[in-house]
């Protein structure tokens, strides 16, 4: 007897970006739809987070060039040589925050592809990071999309290790939304997506996703 599912499963994210490249199209059905650049700015001396957008319908007839918070949920392409692009499928566009905040925040839900890593830092602070993956779902033909893989770590908060003691204690395989920001952080030339998290909360699903994490 198959389990039966405890958790509705999690792809929402709103951040502030500058939107750019604004083409509007329509589709063969008729329908109209906008494509652009967004790229979120990050703390000074990183570089920005690049997505593409796909507005459809209302929401595309609406998307203009400037900065905007943008409200949807997360996706992932590859081309044929395995390039990969993040895409964001905005449902709403708000305008600037007028606390001038940016907003970057996201709930995710992630399947853990390797075991977790903890340690204290050189400043004695306790963290802990793993590799999860976002699935893309199947294509027509029953084969499953590439998943976008995703660092999660997550840091003491003066002083409380609670969070990444919890993310030390997961095991590949599991189910977890995620609660935090979306950062892009490059070493040694090579970028990697990392969602820095504020809340983690593993769940029971109905039918596991098989995948192998690439690195």
């Given at each position: 007897m198959a389990t039966k599912a405890t958790h509705t499963f999690k792809n929402y994210l709103a951040l502030t970006a500058q939107v750019s490249g604004v083409e509007h199209k329509t589709s063969k059905s008729g329908k109209p739809y906008a494509i652009a650049t967004a790229a979120v700015t990050q703390n000074e001396g990183q570089p920005p987070l690049i997505l593409r957008v796909v507005?459809?319908?209302?929401?595309g007839e609406k998307l203009s060039d400037g900065k905007h918070t943008l409200i949807g949920?997360?996706?992932y392409d590859e081309d044929r040589e395995g390039q990969g692009t993040l895409v964001?499928?905005?449902t709403r566009i708000d305008a600037v925050p007028a606390d001038g905040k940016r907003r970057n925040y996201t709930n995710l839900t992630l399947r853990i592809g390797t075991?977790?890593?903890a340690a204290y830092s050189d400043a004695g602070r306790f963290w802990a990071r793993l590799r999860a993956f976002l699935s893309m779902g199947k294509t027509e033909d029953g084969e499953y999309k590439p998943s976008l893989w995703l660092t999660v770590k997550a840091f003491d908060k003066d002083g409380d290790e609670s969070l990444p003691a919890k993310l030390a204690t997961?095991?590949?395989?599991?189910?977890v939304t995620f609660t935090g920001r979306?950062?892009?952080e490059v070493y040694?030339?090579?970028g990697n997506l990392s969602l820095v998290a504020f809340k983690a909360e593993p769940v029971t699903v109905a039918e596991?996703?098989?995948e192998e994490c690439p690195i």
């Open positions: 507005a459809l319908d209302k929401i949920r997360l996706g964001i499928y905005p075991e977790p890593y997961l095991a590949k395989g599991e189910t979306l950062a892009w040694n030339e090579r596991p996703v098989e």
